[in-house]
């Protein structure tokens, strides 16, 4: 994977190949524009290698370095427009689809507007394509020609909410009822959902910003303080020949920062290209489930036994440095030793917490789609039709609490034991409205299904401040990454500043 990700690296270096990636994004390269850009950074890379006085060999790995990173910049760019226009056609089409619904009731003519409403481009082209299997009736699977057809937008456009849309037009053409309410339901979480990732990409355009600023700060700042440290070098009588602009070490590091600075500003930009459409949950798919199979399997006693026979061999060695006098090395030894006796505890719960922000990233998403399901099944049927499309994490939960349902539907804890494993309140909250529902009948159940959709909107909120936590966490990582490369850099040149005017002195001493 690494080995194919340096390989296009290298092979976007050819601006032809550049212009095939670009255009692959739907846009058109330039070379007027590509030309102006270089000369553009080449002038400002030039200006900041003149501001630290580089030797031409240096300087030239800093020009290198910059022509290598120009065109993953431009990529990039592009690769950003690309995925914001996919989210735009997404979110579009998921509006305009329900809207068309509501209409004509049937899902080819649905699509067939929907897709008068789009221009010239890969969703239009994708609706084209859809509307004319339909027409076709042909099926190549068991699927069936419209859950087929469907499933080459989801294909193209991967979406959570495109998805959820898409089921509720299956379960209306082949069910019928009544689906004004679901529809509307639907509406309103598409629109909070268009919210959410605006504001989320505002937030990471504005840490962005702040992380050039630190790049432009500490670049700054060091190139000042070399130049103080040359002015009182310059000071003293005989050294006025002399710089501290020429010593070796001060030069490397002035290569090293300049190129650091180079990937700070590459890994800042990376952060805004993230696919809009893929969650972040569905990124951290595998290692969350492999959190939640830790937590369920988990059994103390072996594992304190497994720990302690880890644990005994540097508890032995610590007993034995400490017969021997060796204090330090006896109190590293029973530190390591009791961390280790306590490791299986430490993985148990930092396993739970990675399960729970999992769930309260998932949860809003299944809770919306037992909301819709809801509208025309009772609540036993809507949980077993939702395990299907239930997010991985979930599935055995499901599974368990369907069974327990079978056995005793009428018991408030056939309920409340779903997940009841971590530590998420609105679980339970929402597991009592399933079970309030299901023994009220119809007579309740548009108010409890209402309060479970505003429950729904709050969950679906505490998710993106997880979201938005580790966004940020992240963006203030790449802010202190600068600031820790000047702290070095001014530590080195002023160590290297004093010894250099500590030799001036000597030899002015000595003249």
């Not at 007027?32 to 580089?54: D, R, T, V």
């Amino acid at each position: 994977m690494k080995r194919e990700k340096y390989f296009n690296l290298i092979k976007i270096l050819n601006p032809k190949n550049l212009a095939k990636e670009i255009h692959a994004y739907g846009y058109h390269f330039s070379w007027k524009a590509h030309i102006f850009e270089m000369i553009c950074i080449l002038l400002g890379i030039s200006a900041i290698g003149c501001l630290f006085q580089l030797k031409t060999l240096y300087f030239m790995i800093v020009v290198l370095a910059v022509i290598f990173v120009l065109p993953v910049f431009v990529l990039d760019m592009y690769k950003r427009m690309y995925e914001q226009k996919r989210f735009l056609d997404a979110s579009t089409y998921a509006e305009q689809v329900l809207y068309s619904f509501q209409k004509s009731k049937k899902v080819v003519a649905a699509l067939k507007e929907t897709e008068e409403v789009f221009e010239d481009g890969q969703m239009k082209q994708i609706l084209r394509e859809a509307v004319s299997n339909m027409e076709a009736g042909y099926a190549r699977t068991e699927k069936g020609i419209l859950r087929e057809t469907l499933e080459q937008i989801e294909n193209a456009y991967p979406c959570s909410k495109i998805h959820m849309v898409h089921e509720l037009l299956i379960g209306s053409e082949e069910y019928g009822g009544n689906t004004e309410r679901s529809v509307l339901l639907m509406l309103d979480d598409i629109e909070l959902w268009k919210r959410r990732e605006y504001k989320l990409f505002a937030d990471k355009k504005v840490s962005n910003a702040d992380n050039i600023i630190s790049v432009i700060v500490a670049t700054i700042l060091c190139a000042v303080t070399l130049y103080v440290l040359n002015g009182m070098g310059q000071m003293f009588r005989g050294a006025e020949g002399t710089s501290v602009f020429r010593i070796e070490i001060i030069q490397a590091s002035s290569l090293f920062f300049i190129l650091f600075m180079l990937l700070v500003l590459i890994k800042s930009e990376k952060k805004l290209t993230a696919d809009w459409l893929l969650n972040s949950y569905v990124r951290n798919e595998k290692y969350t489930l492999s959190s939640y199979e830790t937590v369920m399997h988990y059994d103390e006693k072996k594992e304190k036994k497994k720990n302690f026979l880890f644990a005994l061999p540097f508890i032995l060695a610590a007993s034995i440095a400490l017969l021997f006098g060796k204090i330090w090395v006896g109190v590293a030894g029973l530190l390591l030793a009791a961390f280790l006796l306590l490791q299986h505890r430490i993985g148990y719960q930092l396993a739970k917490k990675d399960v729970t922000r999992g769930l309260y990233i998932v949860l809003p998403q299944w809770m919306m789609e037992m909301a819709l399901l809801l509208q025309n099944n009772n609540v036993q049927i809507s949980i077993e039709k939702s395990i299907r499309e239930a997010p991985p994490v979930l599935k055995k939960e499901l599974e368990l609490l369907t069974q327990r349902l079978k056995k005793a539907p009428d018991k408030l804890r056939s309920y409340t034991e779903f997940c009841n494993m971590f530590d998420v309140p609105e679980i339970q909250s929402c597991m009592k409205m399933l079970h309030a529902i299901s023994e009220s009948g119809t007579g309740n159940a548009d108010i409890q299904i209402h309060n479970m959709v505003q429950r729904v909107h709050e969950m679906q909120n505490m998710a993106d401040d997880i979201s938005n936590e580790d966004m940020a966490f992240q963006m203030k990582m790449i802010f202190s990454y600068p600031v820790l490369a000047a702290t070095i850099k001014l530590l080195i040149d002023l160590t290297i500043g004093m010894i250099y005017m500590i030799q001036i002195l000597s030899s002015m001493g000595g003249v």
